[in-house]
């Protein structure tokens, strides 16, 4: 099991956060695709609902696995 550095992903949502006006549950989903390792900036935009970010971080993370 890798060694998940929680300060710095605190660090990269705190960016997200300060770039963009995103939601509660957009930063939630934003944390849960840093801690499974892809590739955030392909869905993090808060100009999409979190329910879709939710969709797009796991057709990525099924992206990542199946390659």
């Known amino acids: 099991m ?3 550095n929680y300060k710095e992903i ?6 997200y956060k ?3 006006n995103f939601t ?3 930063l939630k989903e934003i944390r849960r695709g ?3 390792e892809i590739k955030v900036d392909e869905y993090a935009k808060d100009s999409i609902s979190s329910k879709d970010m939710f969709d797009k971080r796991w ?9």
Do not use: M, P, R
């Open 10 to 15: 605190d660090k990269v949502v705190e960016k």
């Open 59 to 67: 057709e990525l993370i099924f992206k990542k696995f199946n390659n």
């Open 24 to 26: 509660h549950k957009q």
């Open 18 to 20: 300060n770039k963009g």
């Open 34 to 36: 840093i801690e499974a």
């Open 2 to 4: 890798n060694y998940i």
